[in-house]
T-cell receptor, first 115, second 109 residues
């Protein structure tokens, strides 16, 4: 069964450094998403991406964040100048449609720890 | 702005007992609601969505617009149902999910 794959599973970085979180969505999906979950808090939407453009973004997704689909398979989240409060589990998801009610398929997550 | 509330962080029941995981939402439009489940060391996966009106693994959920609720129910809990359950609402943009805080279900033998 096709799955969304995220690498690495755990990333430790020093405050102020840049990190890139990588995701390989399901191959025939066209809609991609990033969510994050700070420990003990809700899963929060960050951004959606379609046709090489951001479709929607939340207030969390400020200039510190960027997304890219550098090739036909990868979807990346870049966090510049990381802060302690960026420590969270980051989930990538993909779907085959943007129609409401469509299932989003999630990756297993990347745990980012900023020290 | 939309909001999803799961009032219970933890729900513990014995095997064979009925289960109800509560979910309330706040949304100005017509909601599309989901239940996602995360078993231990596994990824978030869709359990069911209200639009399908389906029963998955014995679970059902009915949308009650009057009470703005979408509670998840199962008549007889099994140990393998132990997991984290998240209620989520899909906004008008499609697949921008707003999640509740999650409820950890523990089914004891």
């Amino acid at each position: 069964e096709p799955e969304v794959t995220q690498t690495p599973s755990h990333q430790v970085t020093q405050m102020g450094q840049e990190v890139i979180l990588r995701c390989v969505p399901i191959s025939n999906h066209l809609y991609f998403y990033w969510y994050r979950q700070i420990l003990g808090q809700k899963v929060e939407f960050l951004v959606s991406f379609y046709n090489n453009e951001i479709s929607e973004k939340s207030e969390i997704f400020d200039d510190q964040f960027s997304v890219e689909r550098p090739d036909g398979s990868n979807f990346t989240l870049k966090i510049r100048s990381t802060k302690l409060e960026d420590s969270a589990m980051y989930f990538c998801a993909s779907s085959g449609s943007s129609v409401r009610g469509t299932e989003a398929f999630f990756g297993q997550g990347t745990r980012l720890t900023v020290v | 702005a939309q909001r999803v509330t799961q009032p219970e962080k933890l729900l513990s029941v014995f095997k064979g007992a009925p289960v109800e995981l509560k979910c309330n939402y706040s949304y100005s439009g017509s909601p599309e609601l989901f239940w996602y489940v995360q078993y231990s060391r596994q990824r978030l996966q869709l359990l069911l969505r209200h639009i399908s009106r389906e029963s998955i693994k014995g679970f059902t959920a009915d949308l009650n617009k009057g009470e703005t609720s979408f509670h998840l129910k199962k008549p007889f809990a099994q140990e393998e149902d132990s997991a984290m359950y998240y209620c989520a609402l899909d906004d008008n943009a499609g697949n921008m999910l707003t999640f509740g805080g999650g409820t950890r279900l523990m089914v004891k033998p």
